[in-house]
């Protein structure tokens, strides 16, 4: 009923930047808030950054500063610029969202994208 797909992943200098994208698409009725999380191997995914149906942003103290989560609900998708990337940064990156759907009575559930990997390396 509802997918959300990730892109914008890849191979990065350390100092360079990329941009995340992920777009849900179904019946979808309103999406509230988005967020970005990242998983390094053998530790636990962790929340880098949130954007609120107002707007309202907030960041993991490692990359506040340099990451920034931004939202389209005209396309329901959002956005994650990441610039002076760093190797430490390195992680498959997952999107989350809180989204009602049309099932057909509204339901307010929650979905993950597959993940796109960001490696930052010389």
């Known amino acids: 009923q509802v997918q959300v797909v990730e892109s914008g992943g890849g191979l990065v200098q350390p100092g360079g930047s990329l941009r995340l994208s992920c777009t849900a698409s179904?019946?979808?009725?309103?999406?509230?808030?988005w967020r970005w999380y990242r998983q390094a191997p053998g530790q636990e995914r962790d929340l880098v950054a949130t954007?609120?149906?107002?707007?309202?942003?907030r960041y993991a103290d490692s990359v506040k500063g340099r990451f920034t989560i931004s939202r389209d609900n005209a396309k329901n998708t959002v956005y994650l610029q990441m610039n002076s990337l760093k190797p430490e940064d390195t992680a498959v990156y997952y999107c989350?969202?809180?989204?009602?759907?049309?099932?057909?009575?509204?339901?307010?559930?929650?979905?993950w994208g597959q993940g796109t990997q960001v490696t930052v390396s010389s």
């Open positions: 179904g019946r979808i009725f309103e999406i509230y808030d």
């Open positions: 989350h969202a809180d989204i009602v759907v049309l099932t057909p009575a509204r339901t307010l559930n929650d979905y």
């Open positions: 954007i609120t149906g107002d707007s309202r942003t």
